[in-house]
């Protein structure tokens, strides 16, 4: 049975999954054209996706179990 805490992981599993192929696309186009809106969003999403994965390997402290 899916429970709220499990579907809460699986949400941000998938955000995680988002913001690092996000992360991932924007430090190629980065590469490929040196534009600073590829550099910021290269790096803000791939600040997200490391915050993401210490929330989700801390789910159960911030949830108090």
Do not use: C, D, P
Not at 17 to 30: D, K, P, R, T, V
Not at 43 to 50: E, Q, R
């Amino acid at each position: 049975m899916l429970t709220m805490v499990n579907f809460h992981k699986v949400l941000i599993s998938t955000a995680i999954i988002f913001s690092l192929g996000f992360a991932l696309w924007s430090g190629f186009a980065y590469a490929q054209t040196s534009e600073g809106w590829a550099l910021a969003s290269a790096v803000g999403f791939g600040l997200a996706t490391i915050a993401l994965v210490l929330y989700l390997r801390n789910l159960k402290k911030f949830l108090g179990e």
